[in-house]
């Protein structure tokens, strides 16, 4: 009971806390709205009251921004959101788009038409209307975040059963001790003096509760035939067929041992901490071509590089390199290190200490793989180096996220935002929802036939460069089973062509 209790008030606190943090969270979002929405209000004051184009400009630039702002904090808002907030912040949400489109009308009527016209626009009590059910909103909003964050007090009850379960745990806890103290330990103590008597040799007249018929008297019969009987000899007898059978079992473990060790395919080599060799497998002596009769008498590590020498794979200090090796062995510290030899191959050497002060390292020729990868460096590097100099603006998505892992250069000037931006995020989450389905893609990727052939023209909306006209191509990266992991899209920006094209035929 103490138990549960525990585990439904932790889970208690748990759930205020979350709900605290996301109430705190909600009311800090409310006040920030608030606050936007009358910053926006007095950018469309200084746009009403201004009288030079110039200021006018300023009021409505500042009021784009704080829009841009509102619309930032509703996304991140929006994630925030748990169930039972949704109805009421869909109906916010709503509001405040409407009201950030009726400013964006208002600042565009007042760069583009007057100030009137703006004025017109905005300074009406349709309008005021709207921003005073907005506001109410927002407060019914941050209402039920306070009252959500002044909730808990009825965990205090949970406490009081709590301290109740606890001090009855104590009590039946001291009584159960009491018990056992009484009942059990006592006589067990009684009976083990009986058998330390009786290993020192003294002779006991009577072993005691042998009345009893629980497992305390059983025990005490136990004792007293341990008392009549000597067993000496049959205990040695037994432990030498032990001895004998363990002997045995050893060398087949060890036979298996040595057959395991050798059909490894990398090398391996165990030293003392003397360098003194204390097992050295086949794939070992191959790797440095070294006989096979070096282990039929006790080696060393000077040993095996003097037959290194001899076969070419060893030019360097035969002293400098054991001292070395010595100190690593007496460091103990697991160590990962390459060698390359004259014959070009390359070995990866892993070595850790062992029990007792013994060093085993493993030696593997991964030569290929090397080469791999310095190919694969430099087919890296080239595709970075091609991706970033490309006129061209290229997305990577994550097909299994939809979310971005790669841009170049020329999508951060097309988009008119840094990559940190982009990278990590959705096309839904950076864009409006008709450019992002458009640089989506089609839900069913092409065929490889078709791969990056298909071109379709579009008009998209990007976050620093506004409206833009560009030829649009979606490459599927597919693996060697046809599965698509990633979808490439290249982006050609011609708007600037377009708009020369025009401006050549309008003069023609």
Same mark, same amino acid.
């Not at 080599?269 to 360098?275: D, E, F, G, K, S």
């Not at 360097?316 to 103990?332: E, T, Y």
């Not at 990590?424 to 089609?442: I, N, S, V």
């Not at 460069?465 to 597919?478: V, Y």
């Given at each position: 009971?103490?138990?549960?209790?525990?585990?439904?008030?932790?889970? +208690?606190?748990?759930?205020?806390?979350?709900?605290?943090d996301t109430s705190a969270q909600g009311a800090l979002n409310a006040e920030k709205a608030n606050g936007l929405i009358f910053a926006v209000v007095m950018e469309s004051r200084g746009v009403y009251m201004s009288t030079d184009p110039a200021a006018v400009q300023r009021f409505t630039s500042a009021l784009l921004q704080r829009n841009r702002e509102l619309a930032q904090l509703?996304?991140?808002?929006?994630?925030?959101?748990?169930?039972?907030?949704?109805?009421?912040?869909?109906?916010?949400?709503?509001?405040?788009?409407?009201?950030?489109?009726?400013?964006?009308?208002?600042?565009?009527?007042?760069?583009?038409?007057? +100030?009137?016209?703006?004025?017109?626009?905005?300074?009406?009590?349709?309008?005021?209307?709207?921003?005073?059910?907005?506001?109410?909103?927002?407060?019914?909003?941050?209402?039920?975040?306070?009252?959500?964050?002044?909730?808990?007090?009825?965990?205090?009850?949970?406490?009081?059963?709590?301290?109740?379960?606890?001090?009855?745990?104590?009590?039946?806890?001291?009584?159960?001790?009491?018990?056992?103290?009484?009942?059990?330990?006592?006589?067990?103590?009684?009976?083990?003096?009986?058998?330390?008597?009786?290993?020192?040799?003294?002779?006991?007249?009577?072993?005691?509760?042998?009345?009893?018929?629980?497992?305390?008297?059983?025990?005490?019969?136990?004792?007293?035939?341990?008392?009549?009987?000597?067993?000496?000899?049959?205990?040695?007898?037994?432990?030498?067929?032990?001895?004998?059978?363990?002997?045995?079992?050893?060398?087949?473990?060890?036979?298996?041992?040595?057959?395991?060790?050798?059909?490894?395919? +990398?090398?391996?080599?165990?030293?003392?901490? +003397?360098?003194?060799?204390?097992?050295?497998?086949?794939?070992?002596?191959?790797?440095?071509?070294?006989?096979?009769?070096?282990?039929?008498?006790?080696?060393?590590?000077?040993?095996?590089?003097?037959?290194?020498?001899?076969?070419?794979?060893?030019?360097?200090?035969?002293?400098?390199?054991?001292?070395?090796?010595?100190?690593?062995?007496?460091?103990?510290?697991?160590?990962?290190?390459?060698?390359?030899?004259?014959?070009?191959?390359?070995?990866?050497?892993?070595?850790?200490?062992?029990?007792?002060?013994?060093?085993?390292?493993?030696?593997?020729?991964?030569?290929?793989?090397?080469?791999?990868?310095?190919?694969?460096?430099?087919?890296?590097?080239?595709?970075?180096?091609?991706?970033?100099?490309?006129?061209?603006?290229?997305?990577?998505?994550?097909?299994?996220?939809?979310?971005?892992v790669f841009v170049n250069r020329a999508a951060e000037v097309l988009f008119g935002m840094p990559r940190s931006a982009i990278i990590g995020r959705t096309a839904r989450e950076l864009f409006e929802t008709d450019?992002?389905?458009?640089?989506?893609?089609?839900?069913?990727?092409?065929?490889?036939?078709?791969?990056?052939?298909?071109?379709?023209?579009?008009?998209?909306?990007?976050?620093?460069?506004?409206?833009?006209?560009?030829?649009?191509?979606?490459?599927?990266?597919?693996?060697?089973?046809?599965?698509?992991?990633?979808?490439?899209?290249?982006?050609?920006?011609?708007?600037?062509?377009?708009?020369?094209?025009?401006?050549?035929?309008?003069?023609?």
């Amino acid at each position: 009971m103490l138990t549960g209790v525990a585990i439904y008030s932790l889970h +208690q606190q748990s759930t205020y806390r979350d709900q605290f943090d996301t109430s705190a969270q909600g009311a800090l979002n409310a006040e920030k709205a608030n606050g936007l929405i009358f910053a926006v209000v007095m950018e469309s004051r200084g746009v009403y009251m201004s009288t030079d184009p110039a200021a006018v400009q300023r009021f409505t630039s500042a009021l784009l921004q704080r829009n841009r702002e509102l619309a930032q904090l509703l996304d991140g808002w929006q994630r925030s959101i748990p169930a039972d907030d949704q109805k009421l912040f869909d109906t916010v949400r709503s509001r405040v788009v409407d009201f950030i489109r009726f400013r964006n009308e208002l600042a565009r009527l007042a760069t583009t038409v007057s +100030q009137g016209a703006a004025r017109e626009w905005g300074d009406n009590d349709a309008n005021r209307a709207v921003r005073i059910a907005l506001n109410e909103d927002l407060a019914a909003l941050a209402t039920i975040y306070a009252n959500r964050a002044r909730m808990g007090d009825d965990i205090g009850f949970t406490k009081l059963v709590l301290i109740a379960l606890g001090v009855l745990a104590v009590s039946v806890t001291f009584m159960t001790l009491f018990l056992l103290k009484a009942l059990l330990v006592t006589p067990i103590l009684h009976i083990t003096a009986a058998t330390d008597s009786m290993a020192a040799g003294k002779p006991l007249i009577t072993i005691p509760h042998l009345t009893r018929t629980d497992e305390i008297g059983k025990l005490a019969a136990a004792v007293q035939q341990l008392q009549k009987v000597f067993r000496h000899n049959e205990t040695l007898r037994k432990k030498e067929r032990a001895a004998l059978r363990e002997q045995a079992v050893f060398k087949d473990n060890e036979a298996h041992f040595v057959a395991a060790i050798n059909n490894m395919a +990398q090398g391996l080599v165990i030293l003392n901490p +003397q360098t003194n060799v204390v097992l050295m497998n086949d794939a070992y002596k191959k790797i440095y071509k070294l006989p096979d009769t070096i282990t039929d008498s006790p080696c060393s590590l000077s040993d095996i590089l003097h037959h290194r020498a001899e076969a070419g794979l060893f030019s360097g200090d035969a002293p400098s390199h054991i001292k070395a090796i010595q100190a690593r062995i007496a460091l103990g510290k697991p160590t990962t290190s390459f060698l390359h030899l004259k014959d070009g191959r390359w070995i990866r050497i892993v070595g850790r200490s062992m029990p007792g002060g013994d060093w085993v390292a493993t030696h593997e020729d991964f030569t290929r793989l090397h080469q791999v990868e310095q190919m694969l460096e430099r087919i890296e590097r080239l595709f970075g180096t091609v991706a970033e100099n490309i006129g061209e603006a290229i997305l990577a998505r994550d097909t299994s996220t939809d979310r971005y892992v790669f841009v170049n250069r020329a999508a951060e000037v097309l988009f008119g935002m840094p990559r940190s931006a982009i990278i990590g995020r959705t096309a839904r989450e950076l864009f409006e929802t008709d450019t992002a389905d458009t640089l989506d893609g089609p839900t069913k990727p092409a065929q490889k036939s078709d791969a990056g052939s298909r071109e379709t023209v579009q008009t998209i909306m990007t976050p620093g460069n506004g409206r833009r006209t560009a030829g649009i191509r979606h490459i599927p990266a597919s693996d060697w089973e046809g599965v698509t992991h990633c979808v490439v899209t290249l982006i050609d920006d011609r708007t600037g062509r377009l708009m020369q094209t025009q401006t050549r035929e309008l003069a023609s």
